[in-house]
């Protein structure tokens, strides 16, 4: 490894757009081969009337089924394996934010290839053999424990293998063993230096703390700048998804103008979700990926149900990988409120931009007489109760910034610092109580 390269690897991440679209037909190509091992996909060929000769070049990629993760919950738990389960050395299963879990296989190759993949996004943020890597993911099924932690030790950095919750003790690895770097949900860094401002910590005076990796959840351009801002240090944004391996699928370079996808690993396609046709650079749809790489589950057209868009396909740190826009929220996360369609997200990036709240936020959406109302809990950044004047104020400043935002009003509540419920993993930003009519 040579410490002053700006990359890790240097003949994958500087590869032309050429040089891409001829690696990925040759990866897709053998992909699908590979694919006839599952039973489901042999059936959808059939049943589509193509066969692996079919596909030559990354645009025939449209020729092949998409894959949801309804095929993988139908599959469950070993159904979608493309290797005999004896060559498979470890599982890992999504959270299960939105509905069951699903499982996903890996072989040992696969899991290089993934320790791989994190190290190459680390490198690329400037982390090196000598850094401290903090991991405040929790371990087990979910891959932000054990991706980030094979990851940053085939970087070659020291790990520190913290796990999640436990802030008191996060804090004083950090201090005590030199922590350089971080990887964190972004509502728990927010968490975290809360209370490190209960302990008297100041994280610029008092750690090494120099980079951040956050991601697992949605957060806005704003979120990040806070966060940057309180910890004193450049935040990146991680994209990772179980079914893709889990982080290390797409990730911030320092230019941090977009998310860089991997493009030696998956086929990147942004569709209209209603119409499964691909959208214009730009324009916001579903994400959907195919892995190039993978042994035991390979997926063609996995439908993330992601919302995002292309940003562009050069960079100037000197990568061509397509760089898309932070994802606005899963299309599962759209609320629907008296017809107006709203993310969390939108809520969140008002919030942020007044100096007087903190980060914990909870929207709750419920019907009374009839109307759907939402209702958007936000906790204070000091406690200024007694000033009911100036309280006032605020929550007409606030409630019309939202309505600017989402064209409608939202009931705002102002609440006190600690009194929202604080997730360890990834945060719960919404409560629908609203009656079902049918
Ligand atoms: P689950 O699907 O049960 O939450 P995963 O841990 O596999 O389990 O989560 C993957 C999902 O997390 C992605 O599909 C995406 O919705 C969300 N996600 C991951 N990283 C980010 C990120 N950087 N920004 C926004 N959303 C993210
Ligand atoms: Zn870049």
């Not at 008297?200 to 990040?224: F, N, Y």
């Not at 119409?275 to 959907?288: A, F, K, Q, R, S």
């Not at 892995?291 to 063609?300: G, S, Y």
Request: overall charge negative; glycine content about 8%.
């Amino acid at each position: 490894m040579d410490n002053k390269s700006p990359y890790l690897h240097p003949q994958y991440e500087t590869l032309s757009r050429e040089e891409i679209s001829k690696l990925q037909a040759e990866r897709l190509q053998a992909t699908v081969r590979h694919c006839m091992n599952v039973p489901f996909y042999q059936q959808k060929f059939k049943d589509m009337g193509i066969t692996p000769d079919d596909i030559k070049t990354v645009d025939d990629v449209r020729k092949l089924p998409f894959t949801t993760k309804q095929d993988l919950r139908d599959t469950y738990p070993f159904g979608m394996a493309a290797v005999p389960l004896r060559d498979c050395v470890r599982l890992h299963s999504s959270s299960g934010t939105t509905g069951n879990p699903t499982v996903i296989l890996h072989t040992q190759k696969d899991l290089d290839e993934w320790a791989n993949q994190v190290a190459r996004n680390l490198w690329m943020v400037g982390l090196r053999p000598d850094d401290v890597f903090q991991n405040s993911s929790g371990y087990g099924m979910f891959t932000g424990g054990l991706g980030f932690q094979y990851g940053a030790e085939r970087l070659g950095m020291l790990t520190v293998p913290a796990a999640a919750g436990n802030s008191l003790r996060q804090i004083k690895f950090m201090k005590d063993f030199g922590t350089t770097a971080v990887h964190a949900v972004p509502s728990y860094v927010t968490r975290l230096y809360e209370v490190m401002q209960e302990q008297g910590v100041d994280p610029r005076r008092d750690t090494k703390l120099r980079v951040l990796a956050i991601g697992a959840e949605p957060h806005s351009e704003e979120q990040r700048q806070r966060i940057e801002q309180m910890m004193g240090v450049k935040a990146y944004n991680s994209f990772g998804m179980s079914e893709m391996c889990g982080p290390g699928v797409g990730f911030e370079c320092p230019e941090q103008n977009g998310l860089h996808f991997w493009e030696d690993y998956y086929i990147v396609e942004i569709v209209n979700p209603e119409t499964l046709e691909p959208v214009p650079d730009g324009e916001i749809g579903e994400l959907v990926l195919t892995t190039l790489c993978r042994e035991a589950m390979p997926l063609l057209r996995y439908r993330t149900r992601d919302l995002t868009r292309v940003l562009g396909r050069s960079c100037p740190c000197g990568r061509n990988h397509v760089r898309l826009d932070r994802m606005r929220g899963r299309s599962d996360d759209m609320m629907v409120l008296r017809g107006v369609n709203i993310f969390p997200i939108q809520i969140e990036k008002i919030l942020m931009t007044f100096p007087e709240l903190a980060n914990n936020y909870l929207i709750t959406l419920t019907t009374d007489d009839d109307n759907d109302n939402m209702t958007v809990e936000v906790e204070l950044a000091e406690m200024f109760t007694d000033d009911f004047g100036r309280l006032q104020k605020l929550n007409k400043d606030i409630t019309r910034a939202l309505k600017d935002e989402i064209l409608l009003t939202p009931r705002v509540k102002l609440v006190a610092k600690g009194t929202l419920p604080v997730s360890e993993g990834k945060a719960v930003r919404v409560v629908d109580k609203r009656k079902v009519y049918q």
